[in-house]
């Protein structure tokens, strides 16, 4: 069975730093892009990082660029997202997806297309 399964989220406070998984189960991320992406309540999911297996090449929003890394460990078929100086905004369930195009516009939901079941993260004092 072919899924993708997020680990790592939790509750931190202000400043604090997390770092989320997403294993591939049944498949390679060989040759795959993975983007990691973030959706609240009321809200569009939006694209926060995802990276390339070309030439490893990131890609980050604004708003997270400099705070978080996204990297991966193909041997591991995992994707990694390395959030620091975190911010009650970033509060969110993050998900990670595969595109098999391997382009990483991760403002391009549909080119993505298995997706894992989300991991939550909270930052409050």
């Known amino acids: 069975q072919m899924r993708l399964v997020e680990s790592g989220g939790g509750s931190v406070q202000p400043g604090g730093s997390l770092r989320l998984s997403c294993a591939a189960y049944?498949?390679?991320?060989?040759?795959?892009?993975v983007g990691w992406f973030r959706q609240v309540p009321g809200k569009e999911r939006e694209g926060v990082a995802c990276?390339?297996?070309?030439?490893?090449?990131?890609y980050y929003a604004d708003s997270v660029r400099g705070r978080f890394t996204v990297s991966r460990d193909n041997e591991k078929s995992t994707v990694y997202l390395q959030m620091n100086n975190l911010r009650p905004e970033d509060t969110a369930v993050y998900y990670c997806?595969?595109?098999?195009?391997?382009?990483?516009?991760?403002?391009?939901?549909?080119?993505?297309?298995?997706w894992g079941q989300g991991t939550q993260v909270t930052v409050s004092s």
């Open positions: 997806a595969t595109d098999p195009r391997n382009l990483c516009h991760f403002n391009d939901l549909d080119a993505y297309d298995y």
């Open positions: 049944g498949f390679t991320l060989d040759y795959t892009g």
């Open positions: 990276i390339s297996d070309s030439d490893g090449s990131t």
